[in-house]
């Protein structure tokens, strides 16, 4: 199937239709600038008919059995495996990755799936002593009910389907919008996938829209109990700020500037690959990409000469061309602004090891060293192909560099002592952070999750199940009680 002119339409209540917004989301390849689809933007009317059609047939789906649940989750792993060539060319054209990208995005996805076999079945309640005869305490994890999911543009397929599955295999409704950059492969393809695997219409709706049509609806409306955002620390901000106005659950995954350290006993020649990988992979379009690499004096000369040596051997251009592995960023206007802030550090006095040219939205990488220590682009998060190379003299400045950040996600350490690695692991300020590997790493099993201006809450495993779940305490008195009066 076309998935640009077949799914370019809202997914409401089980149906598929036009929004009735006055405008339009057009839907365009980052690298040809060819138009894909445009998409009428859904209103605060439509919005509020998918959640209301989320909040209606969430409680029958909840009463599902959870053995019944599961087989939505086994067809759409195998419609995925069955697509993933279709699923491919989309992501390749929606958002410019390349074919290694979208290798690694549905095979995160895949695993994701399969994690929902086993949620579906995971949650499990609790009998616990009381302090009074004859009484017991029954603790009972149900569905919070309706679930909001606003997913970004960058991993659009597995980071939307990382909360919704996860949902509803847990027994809630879902509505998601998806970005606006994204809105298919990020959107309508996953409300496809699930009305094939036979998702009861109506429990998993999708809107496509824009703030500047519907405001804070979708985080405001009464439905959802639990906002799932993932996205930039300003917006995130927001949404904790109009959820907890509205007494709402957030999980935030926010931006990153992760710090990939070096120290003087690591293997370079390794560290080298994982600094490239960490910090290039979709073009530095990742939140847990590794911003700075931190690299000991000692071997400092030796790493830079064949960190640089690599990322210039690497591949610009296409996207759908197999030999490529750097293609375009989303959109010129990304490109622009990062261009930008290269110029603006270099011109404050960086030194350029490597840098080519920005066209459109392809941009050519860049490795910046001989940064002041309060420059501005240290502290930010770099959604490009750009990557900060800062020395430092032993562990405790390695660790204070690395902490000198107002977001915490991600990180790794190179060491040849593992035991050492771990002790500088924890003193780094950051929810996750990986010795002798890179700083982009997601497993379904384990809490993925950041401190700092890098979110709230945790997704994955037992995180997932107490973030779209509730408790609920019932006791029962066996006998009779006395009360006071």
């Not at 703030?211 to 906002?227: C, S």
């Not at 690599?310 to 990304?334: E, F, H, M, R, Y």
Request: hydrophobic share 45%.
């Amino acid at each position: 199937m076309s998935y640009f002119s077949e799914l370019a339409l809202q997914y409401i209540d089980g149906e598929w239709c036009s929004g009735s917004g006055s405008w339009d989301i057009v839907d365009v390849d980052p690298y040809t600038g060819d138009k894909l689809a445009t998409i009428t933007v859904a209103t605060v009317a439509e919005v509020d008919r998918a959640y209301r059609a989320a909040e209606r047939t969430q409680k029958q789906w909840a009463a599902t059995n959870p053995y019944t649940r599961r087989l939505v989750f086994e067809r759409a792993l195998r419609l995925v495996e069955e697509r993933e060539a279709e699923i491919t060319r989309a992501i390749m054209a929606e958002l410019g990755g390349t074919a290694l990208k979208a290798g690694f995005e549905l095979s995160l996805v895949k695993d994701m799936l399969r994690d929902c076999l086993h949620l579906s079945v995971s949650p499990e309640g609790r009998l616990l002593p009381s302090t009074a005869d004859g009484k017991e305490n029954r603790l009972y994890r149900l569905p919070v009910g309706v679930v909001g999911v606003i997913s970004p543009f960058n991993f659009p397929l597995y980071l939307s389907i990382k909360a919704v599955a996860p949902a509803l295999a847990l027994g809630n409704g879902v509505v998601l919008k998806p970005h606006q950059e994204t809105p298919v492969v990020g959107g309508t393809l996953i409300a496809k996938l699930f009305e094939d695997a036979g998702l009861p219409a109506g429990l998993f709706n999708v809107v496509v829209t824009d703030i500047a049509e519907i405001g804070d609806a979708f985080i405001e409306h009464p439905a959802p109990k639990v906002i799932s955002f993932t996205g930039s620390d300003q917006i995130g901000r927001h949404v904790a700020t109009v959820a907890a106005a509205n007494f709402k659950r957030t999980v935030l995954e926010l931006g990153g500037n992760s710090a990939l350290i070096v120290l003087d006993d690591a293997d370079v020649d390794y560290a080298v690959d994982a600094a490239v990988f960490s910090r290039f992979a979709h073009q530095g379009q990742v939140c847990m990409a590794a911003n700075r690499v931190l690299v000991d004096r000692a071997v400092e000369a030796e790493f830079t000469a064949k960190f640089v040596a690599k990322i210039a051997s690497l591949t610009v251009g296409d996207p759908k061309d197999p030999a490529t592995q750097i293609g375009p960023l989303i959109n010129t206007v990304q490109a622009d602004a990062i261009t930008a802030q290269v110029d603006q550090a270099v011109a404050a006095g960086a030194t350029a090891l490597l840098r080519g040219s920005t066209t459109g939205s392809l941009m050519d990488p860049v490795v910046l060293t001989g940064l002041a220590e309060d420059a501005p682009i240290l502290k930010r998060e770099l959604f490009g192909p750009v990557v900060l190379v800062v020395p430092f003299d032993g562990e405790d400045e390695a660790v204070r560099i690395a902490n000198d950040s107002p977001f915490g996600l991600s990180g790794a350490v190179h060491t040849a002592d593992v035991e050492r690695g771990v002790r500088v692991a924890h003193r780094i300020e950051t929810g996750m952070i990986h010795v002798n590997g890179g700083t982009i790493a997601d497993e379904p099993g384990v809490p993925f999750g950041g401190e700092k201006n890098s979110g709230i809450g945790r997704l994955n495993g037992e995180s997932t199940v107490d973030a779209f779940t509730t408790v609920k305490w019932i006791s029962v008195q066996h006998g009779r009680t006395v009360f006071p009066f």
